[in-house]
């Protein structure tokens, strides 16, 4: 149980701390080219679309599956 508790943790861990770091890279000040030099580790625009559509997906299963 300890062991799926600290995996649990260190994924939101990371999780955070990668959301931490990419918000603080494009930040106001970081304007025209340290822009490019400074890129975002995640690209946050697909990582909300594919969210929403794993949402969608397991409602419309959920639906399906408690229908029956």
């Known amino acids: ?3 799926f508790l600290g995996m649990i943790l260190g994924a939101l861990l990371l ?3 990668v ?3 990419d918000s603080m890279q494009t ?3 970081a304007n025209g080219q340290t822009a490019e030099t400074h890129r975002t580790i995640v690209n946050w625009d697909v ?3 594919n ?3 794993l949402k969608e997906r397991a ?3 959920w639906v399906r ?3 029956k």
Do not use: E, L, R
């Open 15 to 17: 999780g955070f701390g």
């Open 27 to 29: 930040s106001a000040v």
């Open 19 to 21: 959301y931490i770091y």
């Open 47 to 49: 990582a909300a679309a």
């Open 1 to 3: 149980m300890q062991t």
């Open 59 to 61: 409602h419309d299963d």
């Open 65 to 67: 599956i408690s229908s």
């Open 51 to 53: 969210w929403h559509a």
